[in-house]
């Protein structure tokens, strides 16, 4: 039998991300706890972004997703700290993105911020695999992206910023 943070985690499983579809919220990393008391359910959610405008939809769905499964009582409470990171990630979520279209995240965001990895990111097309891209702008189709181009394939691509 399942225990009952698992059935919930295997509800949460098919709760997607209303930005990027293809991603479950469990694949993002914004599900930080599941608490259970009696008979009351609290998810424990970080945004992507403090305001991101994804979450209200996504506290919803969730709560749907739940009601659905016969949850009464639910409560989805959202917290900013820790700060979410894309090290939160499902390596799955990362493959998913980038069948998507979408560059996943490169490397670890803590050597993102430090520089660790040199002054240009090489970001990898999600079409062709090449590093050969430039930066077009530091904002994509959503806060949490940026628009790169491939020199070799001549696509747009979003990329999901590491932080």
């Not at 599900?31 to 959610?45: A, T």
Request: net charge negative; with cysteine.
């Amino acid at each position: 039998m399942e225990s009952g943070k698992q059935k919930i985690l295997s509800i949460l499983q098919n709760v997607c991300d209303p930005e990027v579809p293809v991603l479950s919220i469990l694949d993002l990393g914004i599900v930080r706890d599941i608490k259970m008391n009696n008979d009351e359910v609290e998810i424990i959610i970080t945004p992507t972004y403090t305001g991101c405008p994804a979450m209200d939809m996504i506290a919803m769905n969730i709560r749907m997703a739940l009601i659905e499964n016969s949850y009464a009582k639910i409560k989805i409470t959202s917290i900013l700290s820790p700060a979410w990171t894309t090290d939160w990630m499902s390596e799955a979520g990362k493959q998913k993105l980038k069948a998507y279209g979408i560059a996943a995240p490169n490397g670890p965001a803590r050597y993102q911020r430090s520089g660790l990895f040199g002054e240009e990111e090489k970001i990898e097309c999600p079409q062709c695999n090449s590093t050969n891209t430039k930066l077009i702008s530091q904002f994509g189709s959503t806060a949490c992206k940026a628009l790169y181009q491939c020199n070799d394939c001549k696509e747009p691509f979003d990329y999901f910023k590491c932080h």
